[in-house]
């Protein structure tokens, strides 16, 4: 693949999470921020002992331009970096067109960056996790993902591997049970983190967490619908100019 394809692909791709931003913003907003709201609610009420801290973002500001602006800038820098990563698998993971290559992509890169490390770490909505280890917790949650994601790769390798040996579908089976057996033991090994406060109401805690996934999985399949359509017209573009250059031959 030459520069200038990598090079349209990569501005593409950005377009594509700048679009995938825009469907998340909606799922984010309508979804997410009720259920922030009312978690905010819940610390507020049981901080009457404490004295009250002054905002230095609104509450009004942080659930508009706030979350438009990091959901957004979000999805136009992982759409570049989903794009480079697609410009490597192109050819090397199957025969699939360039739009079912965007999908497999973006469901393996749904299920390493964000589903497995979401398992063990799961989202918290505010009121939830203390601020002494937020340091902790971070480097944790980021341990888990690149876990994750190093063992999605280790696991594709292994089934390309093995697939002379085995046939497709073995091979493939064989390597989703490596990565279950592996991300099994990473889960066993690394510590458990549970800060969910006694009193929290549960619903609430368990709508967020789903609002979260629902967020994400906006993100991932837009990206892969619009990425794959952009990525189809670059790599195989429909023979318009050889049907016109055709018509005047057969005058």
Not at 92 to 100: H, K, N, Q, T, V
Not at 103 to 122: D, E, Q, R, T, W
Not at 145 to 172: D, E, H, I, K, Y
């Amino acid at each position: 693949m030459n520069s200038a394809t990598v090079r349209n692909l990569l501005v593409r791709g950005m377009l594509a999470g700048l679009g995938a931003g825009l469907l998340a913003l909606v799922v984010a907003y309508l979804l997410g921020e009720p259920y922030v709201d009312k978690a905010i609610g819940f610390e507020e009420s049981h901080a009457h002992g404490h004295e009250h801290e002054v905002e230095l973002v609104s509450r009004s500001l942080q659930s508009t331009a706030g979350l438009a602006t990091g959901v957004l800038v979000y999805g136009v820098a992982f759409g570049g970096i989903a794009a480079l990563a697609y410009c490597f698998a192109l050819g090397r993971i199957g025969r699939f067109s360039p739009r079912a290559t965007a999908l497999l992509l973006s469901g393996c890169a749904l299920l390493a960056v964000y589903v497995v490390p979401f398992l063990k770490y799961p989202a918290n909505p505010p009121a939830v996790g203390n601020s002494d280890t937020i340091g902790e917790r971070t480097t944790l949650y980021f341990l888990m993902m690149v876990l994750s994601v190093l063992l999605a790769v280790a696991a594709t390798l292994l089934g390309r591997r093995l697939a002379p040996a085995l046939g497709t579908w073995w091979a493939t089976v064989a390597a989703v049970a490596a990565f279950a057996v592996v991300t099994g033991l990473a889960f066993a090994f690394l510590p458990v983190i549970n800060e969910v406060p006694a009193d929290f109401p549960a619903t609430v805690l368990w709508r967020f967490r789903l609002a979260a996934l629902t967020i994400q999985l906006t993100l991932w399949t837009g990206f892969g619908l619009i990425f794959g359509e952009l990525a189809e017209r670059v790599l195989a573009p429909r023979p318009a100019g050889a049907a016109r250059t055709a018509a005047p031959a057969a005058h």
